[in-house]
């Protein structure tokens, strides 16, 4: 009798599954403490009290992410802030969807007439793992909804794959019930109807069933949150700027293609507000339209590299479409990479296509240079997690002023390199007293006044302070290269009824304008620690 491992379906997956465990974990095994960061806290203020049955409204979050909550709710029960069970369940999912990309590119590209499919699927599934754009989704405890939704995306669309070769209904009911518990996940999952209509060889047969799904969970949003979408609402999600959606989706390509993200910033700066242009544009949009229009009328009559690559970039198009008219983030480090998570791993898969035109050794060259730089990126991103998550971590053991009556904050960071550290959307100063109660344990009894944060680009960056004779707070950066940051975007002079802030030279400088309360402080940080004004 034929052993498990001895069958060469197994012993391929068992060791490409081993393969993608063993990267994962050499890369991302330093972040296992970070990620706990500014919407994490938010999510526990939001659980803080709130019964199991909440869920069902997402617990006050305006959106249906109902799958979403499910999980949160126990693994914030269980876990809280331990670092290594968060760690594990999202580079499982990681590897989960390097996984089924594999398989269903290699089915893809099987389809489209590729002779030898496993290794160009394989490669495609490597540089998705690799890329450093996945850190977002990976680190950041707040992202299990891009994970998991991937994770029943993809399982959707294999299950879909696997009916239309072997017809069995089984597997079509499979399909559209985890295309059910998706679109209650994350709204990425409204693309999946698009790509499943391009999927060979009969993708719109199944349509009807998505259609109806669509149509409740559209229904559902309207009766439960007042809007046909919810999260950033119909304005932001309903807003269709073809001009905008052109741009944002060739910002999209060039990033994958070219890594802007580590462009010096006014190369960066220069490429994006190219695409932006109205003439560029409009040019791409024409363009991928010509193509999509020839690819489709000369698909059976074109090479299968052709057909494999125009497919999997198609794929990439569309799993993009539900975040195709939300702002692309390109200032800061890792800053929205999440939205592009799953629709990279098609983009990688029409990029190795192309790639099989090449003489083999030219190709593993490319492929090889592919992955250095995605590597030395990766590991790059991944060590400022490290960093920042040492420093978040650092600053909140040292807190030792829990019953101040007031805390006047005058510099802590707001980000590391790009990456949130505590970064605060709130504009109530609650980014350092929530991470304290929720992260720390420190409940603190007195009233936060947040001057004003700083972005960090290294672990020793910080602050220095005088005090002149009028009682005017001179706050110095001890290094170049920080700038000011107020309500989670950069800023300059601004005051409020009890403080008056302007920006000074390298630094800031704080007056008052009421007397603060007996016993209040005034503080700021210097890498992991606090410093205190001594009045």
Not at 521 to 531: A, D, L, Q
Request: net charge positive.
């Amino acid at each position: 009798m034929t052993s498990l491992w001895q069958t060469r379906n197994f012993r391929e997956n068992a060791l490409v599954l081993a393969l993608f465990f063993a990267i994962v974990h050499l890369f991302y095994g330093k972040t296992m403490q970070a990620g706990f960061v500014t919407d994490f806290t938010g999510l526990l203020q939001r659980l803080d009290g709130s019964p199991f049955r909440d869920f069902l409204t997402c617990f006050g979050f305006p959106a249906m992410h109902q799958v979403t909550n499910f999980f949160l709710y126990f693994f914030v029960k269980l876990f809280g802030t331990n670092g290594l069970p968060w760690y594990l369940i999202f580079t499982t999912l990681h590897v989960a969807n390097g996984f089924l990309g594999f398989h269903l590119i290699k089915k893809i590209f099987a389809k489209c007439g590729l002779e030898s499919s496993t290794l160009p699927s394989l490669a495609a599934a490597l540089l998705f793992l690799l890329s450093p754009y996945q850190a977002d989704a990976v680190v950041w405890k707040v992202c299990f909804n891009f994970l998991f939704c991937s994770l029943l995306m993809l399982s959707s669309l294999l299950f879909l794959v696997k009916y239309f070769e072997t017809n069995r209904q089984p597997h079509l009911l499979w399909s559209h019930g985890l295309f059910a518990l998706a679109l209650f996940t994350f709204e990425l999952a409204v693309a999946l109807p698009l790509m499943v209509v391009v999927l060979p060889p009969r993708g719109r047969g199944v349509l009807l069933p998505q259609i109806l799904l669509l149509a409740l969970y559209f229904l559902s949003n309207k009766l439960l949150l007042g809007g046909w979408v919810g999260h950033y609402g119909e304005g932001v999600h309903l807003n269709f700027n073809l001009q905008t959606i052109a741009a944002n989706l060739l910002k999209y390509f060039s990033k994958y293609l070219l890594f802007w993200r580590e462009m010096p910033h006014g190369y960066r700066e220069s490429l994006l507000t190219f695409f932006e242009k109205p003439v560029v544009a409009w040019a791409g949009l024409a363009l991928g339209l010509l193509l999509l229009g020839l690819g489709i009328y000369f698909f059976k009559k074109i090479s299968p590299k052709l057909r494999a690559a125009g497919l999997g970039w198609l794929l990439f198009f569309l799993a993009l479409a539900p975040v195709s008219n939300l702002h692309v983030a390109w200032v800061l480090q890792g800053e929205n990479d999440r939205y592009g998570y799953l629709a990279s791993l098609f983009f990688f898969a029409g990029a190795v296509a192309l790639l099989q035109f090449f003489h083999r050794y030219i190709r593993f060259g490319l492929l090889a240079v592919w992955l250095l730089i995605s590597v030395f990126y990766l590991n790059k991103i991944t060590t400022g997690w490290q960093h920042s998550a040492r420093i978040v971590h650092g600053l909140l053991d040292d807190f030792r002023w829990t019953d101040a009556p007031e805390v006047y904050v005058l510099a802590f960071p707001e980000n590391y390199d790009g990456l949130p550290m505590f970064k605060d959307f709130s504009k109530q100063d609650l980014a350092l007293k929530d991470a304290l109660k929720y992260l720390a344990g420190k409940e603190t009894s007195g009233k936060f006044y947040q001057i004003a944060q700083f972005n960090m680009t290294s672990p020793a960056d910080g602050t220095s302070l005088e005090v002149d004779s009028a009682g005017v707070f001179h706050v110095k950066f001890n290094q170049w290269g920080n700038w000011w940051w107020r309500n989670g975007v950069g800023t300059l002079d601004y005051e409020t009824e009890r403080y008056r802030f302007n920006v000074e030279g390298n630094g800031s400088r704080v007056e008052l304008k009421q007397a603060p309360a007996a016993g209040a402080v005034f503080i700021y940080s210097t890498g992991e620690k606090w410093m205190a004004v001594d009045r």
